[in-house]
């Protein structure tokens, strides 16, 4: 689906019902992980009453992270729909933390986790090339597969693949849940926007008719108060266990690509002109996602990551309005603070939970090999992509080889996802060496071969798959400094470089003669390009293959202007 699809986009308002079906619907979404810290508490031997409260805290983070998502201002939030929920990525490494040192250590190791994303969103404008688009697409598929198993298991109700059993109730449930979902979306009309919810109702009745769900689960709800404030303050109690920090990190880094992926998602399919990603807005989602992470820590709420789940939702039904997004925020929030409906996910079967998620995984899935076939695959990004996969699937498929690692190794080889991020960020760095491309010509500025240059140009465009914004302002640039070139009477001829990297046009004229002071602009509105840096200097190498002048026995200085175009 791309823009043209979209029944409402980004800023578009629904009608006031639509929005508060649609925000109900993308809380289901938002809550189908809120197992996970019951999952992790468990591991300690929380249960019982207990649930009610980490559920509430759970679900207040989600809701607060939402809305800090969905605004639209100078520093936070993305402007889209693009919900937060508890991310699964920090699974393995948050019951390590909880197992070493009780709650204490896992908010406080949460806290330490959401600084470093603060000051990763910080510094993403320098660091992104580390992470292009192929380690975010890799990230994004792994982070897919990587749910397909507690998903099965979840759906069947089984406690590992290898005790499922086809005839459980718990599957038939969890199928009734998912077919519905899947009709709906594909031969219903209005309807289709509802899918999910619509799916989840006829999860809850066929698990009623199945006995899945028992009137004693329906009596918690009943017997729940109407109103109570659950949540918690952390902050004056929390520990710090810092050789458990680059796990926390690598998680981190793992859960911040898969929202890089998600905000990519938002930004096609609300542009029909989308070509590449929106850097600003990427950084600012980091930026959001890290205050949402430092604020779930306080109440007592663990890691919270971009949703890309309700995203592929929001494009698969066609709103993508972000006024949805801060209506399920809001909703989520209350929701919190109502024990009933809070009692309500707490008594949710785990099949129609897996369902749920069976139903966004494949959109998720799908979204990372979108991700990927973008990336202009060459042969780096074959092995960068392939070994980091196999890596993943490894872990997943094997994790009884890595006993034997220190528990800070252990926590990082155990997880899927981040051993799959953590092979990708050094892949790309070690095969990044030698990665710019380079080409040059020389040109006579006063006896320009103008059909050579545009020749040149475009063989260059073609075989380096240069984007179309730097196809249509580079040759300008080119042509207005040479112009300059000629107008100061530079004599003999100019060395053009071109040094280009996916992220950067790197521009370069050596010439002998004295520097010149000039200003490049775009020739459309006659303003100096916002994303082009002019830098002349002098050159401090001698350049072999260019002549050098001589004027009254001093020799003329050799200069080189060097322009950046950055995508």
Request: overall charge positive; proline content about 4%.
């Amino acid at each position: 689906m791309d823009a043209s699809d979209l029944i409402y986009n980004a800023d578009q308002k629904p009608p006031f019902f639509s929005c508060i079906m649609l925000g109900l619907q993308h809380c289901l979404g938002m809550a189908s992980t809120l197992v996970l810290p019951l999952m992790i508490f468990s591991a300690i031997g929380i249960s019982g009453g207990k649930e009610a409260a980490l559920i509430s805290g759970s679900m207040f983070a989600v809701g607060f992270g939402t809305l800090l998502m969905c605004l639209k201002s100078r520093f936070v939030g993305t402007g889209f729909l693009c919900p937060v929920l508890c991310e699964p990525a920090f699974l393995i490494v948050s019951l390590s933390a909880i197992q070493i040192g009780g709650p204490d250590l896992l908010f406080g190791m949460v806290l330490i986790a959401a600084i470093f994303q603060v000051i990763f969103a910080l510094l993403y404008p320098l660091i992104r090339f580390l992470f292009p688009t192929e380690v975010s697409g890799i990230v994004v598929l792994m982070v897919g597969l990587s749910l397909v198993k507690p998903d099965l298991i979840y759906s069947t109700g089984s406690s590992s693949l290898n005790a499922i059993h086809l005839a459980s109730s718990e599957l038939i449930t969890a199928s009734v849940t998912l077919a519905v979902m899947i009709c709906v979306l594909i031969w219903g009309k209005a309807s289709s926007r509802y899918s999910m919810l619509l799916g989840v109702l006829a999860g809850l009745a066929a698990a009623t008719w199945q006995g899945v769900l028992l009137p004693s689960d329906f009596q918690k709800v009943l017997n729940a108060p109407y109103f109570s404030w659950n949540i918690g303050f952390a902050l004056p109690h929390m520990k710090f266990d810092f050789s458990l920090a680059l796990s926390f990190a690598i998680a981190s880094i793992a859960m911040l690509l898969k929202g890089v992926g998600g905000i990519i998602s938002c930004q096609k399919v609300n542009s029909t002109s989308w070509e590449h990603p929106e850097q600003n807005n990427i950084r600012k989602m980091l930026f959001t996602n890290g205050l949402s992470n430092v604020f779930a820590s306080i109440i007592g709420g663990i890691s919270l990551g971009v949703a890309n789940n309700n995203i592929a939702l929001s494009c698969a039904t066609g709103i993508t309005s972000r006024y949805v997004g801060i209506i399920a925020g809001v909703t989520m929030m209350l929701f919190a603070l109502l024990p009933k409906i809070t009692m309500l996910f707490v008594i949710m079967p785990k099949a129609i939970i897996g369902a749920t998620m069976l139903f966004v995984t494949s959109y998720i899935i799908v979204s990372g090999i979108q991700i990927l076939s973008t990336a202009n695959i060459d042969t780096r990004k074959i092995f960068i992509i392939g070994l980091s996969l196999v890596a993943g699937l490894v872990v997943e498929m094997h994790p009884e080889n890595f006993p034997k690692l220190p528990a800070a190794l252990r926590n990082i080889s155990e997880a899927p996802i981040i051993m799959t991020t953590l092979t990708a960020i050094i892949l790309n760095l070690l095969f990044s060496i030698g990665r710019s491309q380079l080409a040059s010509l020389k040109i006579n500025p006063t006896n320009l071969d103008q059909a050579k240059l545009e020749n040149f140009l475009n063989e260059r465009w073609h075989r380096w798959h240069v984007s179309t914004a730097i196809k249509q302002h580079a040759p300008n640039i080119i042509y207005k400094f040479l112009q300059e070139l000629a107008a100061q009477h530079i004599q003999g001829e100019v060395l053009l470089q071109l040094s280009y990297t996916e992220y950067q046009l790197t521009i370069s004229f050596i010439y002998a003669g004295s520097i010149i002071d000039t200003q490049i602009c775009d020739t459309e509105n006659q303003q100096p390009l916002s994303n082009t840096k002019l830098a002349l200097q002098q050159a401090k190498a001698s350049f072999t293959d260019l002549k050098t002048y001589s004027s009254q026995n001093t020799k003329t200085q050799t200069c080189k202007a060097q322009i950046n175009l950055v995508q």
